[in-house]
């Protein structure tokens, strides 16, 4: 039985996937559990590498309708140290920002590299998970193959770097 609420919960940095499986273990199929990840390109000893980092550090996603019990239960989570709230009720995530992690994510936990071509400095996402969002790239770094993208996440917005390929036009 799960809502169309979601729920950030606050956990340990680098405790994320380990908070994930503990709560896969407690609350069974109650629950989606959510750790947005973003694959990167990396340079380290002059050769290029792709890595996954998770895209919001220190937060897993709960989706799911909480109630007392729910939350009783949670609090007793190795590495969980709080679930946000709002007042006495847990704080919900907006429906517009999971939407957009939602679309970023698609059916997989991680955000994929997305094809890019630059263009008398206006930026055009060709293909992957950017694809429509243009107006949310802030800026890119042609040399480390990123682009800094500004999500909104619990009320505030962040900058998140998201791995990219940029296309030479033709």
């Known amino acids: 039985m799960r809502g169309n609420d979601w729920y950030a919960l606050f956990v340990i940095t680098g405790e994320e996937d380990n908070v994930k499986e503990r709560l896969k273990y407690r609350f069974e199929d109650r629950?989606?559990?959510l750790v947005p990840k973003r694959r990167l390109r990396e340079r380290k000893?002059?050769?290029?590498?792709?890595?996954?980092r998770v895209l919001f550090p220190g937060y897993v996603l709960i989706n799911g309708t909480m109630d007392n019990e729910e939350y009783y239960r949670l609090k007793g989570v190795p590495g969980l140290l709080k679930l946000l709230r709002a007042g006495y009720d847990p704080l919900r995530v907006e429906y517009h920002e999971m939407e957009i992690i939602n679309q970023l994510i698609c059916n997989d936990e991680t955000i994929g590299f997305s094809d890019v071509l630059v263009e008398n400095g206006r930026v055009v996402v060709v293909?992957?998970?950017?694809?429509?969002?243009?107006?949310l790239i802030a800026g890119i770094d042609r040399r480390k193959g990123r682009a800094k993208v500004i999500l909104n996440f619990m009320g505030e917005p962040r900058t998140v770097e998201l791995g990219i390929s940029v296309l030479q036009p033709a």
């Open 45 to 52: 000893n002059g050769m290029w590498h792709d890595i996954i």
């Open 127 to 135: 293909d992957g998970p950017l694809v429509s969002m243009e107006g």
């Open 31 to 33: 629950f989606r559990i």
